[in-house]
């Protein structure tokens, strides 16, 4: 299923486009928001925007899907869809095992840059010391072994720590950045959304944090739980400013930086 919807900024939308994996995700990551998200979402379509942000894999990790439809579904997307505008295709991982994609992410770059677009990718961050809580995914030295190896090639690249746990240390949280900033200069920082009475919230959140109802433009702009994590993300903010590196809270305003 794609879905689509408009990110509307100071200049002109930029529209994104949902897609449903195929397979379910293979990794037990505690406060997975697949287990229980909203399967559909409003559409929009606008003539004005000028780029479409492509999400291919927004609910599962790539290593459970077939590698080779999702490039040629991405071949079809700029012969078809596009109307001339820029394709930007967005994804992220916690796959160790994800380098082995390199030399089909780095056809798809070459098609997308046709376009003025580019592929960026993420490596997911959310903690050192709770690898108990993501079951089957790359450990921090893996996923930051892996963040080299995509600096060395054309990829527009980010470090996504999010959800920021509020039951992880800030200083954990700076050692992270301070490891991964080697590789580089962009991050994307985003709160812990949870599911009332589910295990993980019964057991890391419930009378321990404060939470709150925020709306999930990608979730059928439902509300939901959110767990905010203010200081934690003011303090990384402000330390990822101070060894001049950029820091953004969506994923639209860090690919606006590239465009």
């Given amino acids: 299923m794609i879905r689509k919807d408009l990110a509307i900024n100071d200049?002109?939308?930029?529209e994104r486009e949902f897609m449903d994996a195929?397979?379910?995700?293979?990794f037990k990551c505690e406060y997975c928001f697949a287990k229980w998200r909203a399967e559909t979402r409003k559409t929009n379509t606008s003539d004005s925007s000028c780029a479409v942000v492509l999400?291919?894999?927004?609910?599962?990790?790539?290593?459970?899907?077939?590698?080779d439809k999702l490039e040629n579904t991405i071949q079809e997307y700029i012969k078809n869809a596009l109307n001339g505008k820029k394709l930007i295709v967005s994804l992220s991982t916690k796959?160790?095992?994800?380098?082995?994609?390199?030399?089909?992410?780095?056809?798809i770059q070459k098609?997308?840059?046709?376009?003025?677009?580019f592929v960026k990718l993420g490596i997911s961050f959310t903690n050192i010391n709770y690898g108990d809580l993501e079951k089957g995914t790359a450990t921090f030295e893996e996923r930051l072994g892996l963040l080299k190896i995509l600096s060395e090639y054309e990829f527009r690249l980010s470090a996504v720590i999010k959800p920021v746990l509020p039951f992880v240390?800030?200083?954990?949280?700076?050692?992270?950045?301070?490891?991964?900033?080697?590789?580089?200069?962009?991050?994307?920082?985003?709160?812990?959304?949870?599911?009332?009475?589910s295990e993980f919230y019964n057991a890391y959140i419930k009378d321990k944090f404060k939470v709150t109802h925020k709306q999930?433009?990608?979730?059928?702009?439902?509300?939901?739980?959110?767990?905010?994590?203010?200081?934690?993300?003011?303090?990384?903010?402000?330390?990822?400013?101070?060894?001049?590196?950029?820091?953004?809270?969506?994923?639209?305003?860090?690919?606006?930086s590239w465009l």
Avoid at 56 to 67: G, T
Avoid at 169 to 181: C, F, H, L, P, T
């Fill in 11 to 14: 200049h002109v939308p930029i």
């Fill in 169 to 197: 240390a800030v200083d954990e949280y700076i050692e992270i950045v301070r490891q991964s900033s080697v590789y580089t200069d962009k991050y994307l920082l985003g709160g812990l959304y949870v599911e009332e009475d």
């Fill in 55 to 67: 999400y291919p894999l927004c609910d599962s990790e790539l290593c459970n899907q077939d590698i």
């Fill in 111 to 117: 098609a997308v840059s046709l376009t003025g677009g």
């Fill in 95 to 107: 796959d160790k095992n994800f380098a082995a994609y390199i030399p089909t992410f780095d056809r």
């Fill in 22 to 26: 195929v397979n379910d995700c293979p």
């Fill in 216 to 256: 999930v433009a990608w979730l059928n702009n439902e509300e939901h739980l959110y767990v905010g994590s203010d200081y934690t993300q003011k303090k990384l903010e402000h330390f990822i400013k101070s060894i001049g590196k950029s820091v953004y809270s969506s994923d639209i305003e860090m690919i606006e």
